[in-house]
């Protein structure tokens, strides 16, 4: 009994530690957005602030372009999110469930945009999305963002779509049921946690990504949040509380995410791993 509880304190113990090493930036972010300056700077770091004060969101939103640089971001990772769930979803349907020929082939070449890394490919992306007039917009970074994300996405739905028993598959071919009104109707409601767990997957890899949007993007009203935002950072002096406002900001939608679909997510991880 005594080793029995011993061992729940000990796991109670690391889950904590674990818990407060994540937690903890997150704390000294959030707060300090909310600090005066001085207090920011202080040689004597404050956990709980002493001072409260609004006025990093108000010269973040007023005097800076980050609704600009926000809005282009959520309009990127929501398109990049929708595009490759209605592509990762039937793609995996036809991977894994139905027989064509050369689909391992076909299966094994997608997985292979993942054996190079993204940087290889950025110039000749580049000269492509210049030849069709893609540069400096905002639909360059959603086919990058999707391209990137939808062999991965594929790959998740995988052990999702083969949980589900066959039989329910051909009980509703012998009742004359098509291959889309069995996606549609049984298949995409049974596998509903994998596609939580893909959606927030394809979101923060669109919201957080930099590489290409640094590249495919020149003009400052088309900026997304992490170039937009390295901007604000100055070559010799470094606006602490618009920095933490910032990136306080940039928390939000993904925090909304996982508060909306994140019960869906943690059980997609689990029946993921057990089936």
């Known amino acids: 009994m005594n080793r029995s509880l011993g061992l729940n304190a000990a796991l109670v113990a690391v889950v904590a530690f674990f818990v407060v090493l994540v937690g903890l930036p997150f704390w000294w972010v959030v707060s300090g957005s909310f600090k005066i300056p001085q207090e920011i700077i202080a040689r004597s770091p404050t956990m709980i602030p002493q001072s409260f004060t609004l006025q990093h969101y108000q010269k973040l939103f007023e005097a800076s372009d980050y609704p600009v640089y926000l809005v282009n971001s959520l309009i990127v990772a929501t398109s990049s999110t929708v595009l490759t769930l209605l592509l990762a979803i039937p793609a995996a349907y036809a991977f894994f469930r139905l027989v064509f020929p050369g689909r391992g082939i076909l299966y094994r070449t997608i997985l292979l945009a993942y054996a190079f890394p993204s940087i ?4 000749p992306l580049f000269g492509l999305f210049a030849k069709v007039g893609l540069v400096d917009r905002l639909p360059a970074l959603v086919i990058v963002n999707v391209a990137f994300a939808l062999p991965f996405s594929i790959w998740m739905l995988r052990s999702f779509l083969a949980g589900v028993p066959k039989e329910i598959e051909e009980a509703a071919v012998m009742d004359g049921a098509p291959t889309l009104t069995i996606l549609r109707r049984i298949m995409i409601p049974l596998i509903a946690p994998g596609i939580a767990s893909v959606g927030i997957y394809a979101f923060v890899t669109a919201w957080t990504e930099y590489v290409f949007a640094s590249v495919l993007i020149l003009s400052d009203a088309k900026r997304t949040l992490p170039v937009g935002f390295s901007g ?16 306080t900001v940039a928390i939000v939608p993904v925090v909304a995410i996982f508060a909306l679909i994140g019960r869906g997510f943690v059980s997609g991880l689990t029946e993921g791993a057990v089936k």
């Open 120 to 123: 290889v490919v950025l110039i």
């Open 232 to 247: 604000i950072i100055g070559q010799y002096q470094i606006d602490w509380g618009l920095l933490l406002a910032g990136a």
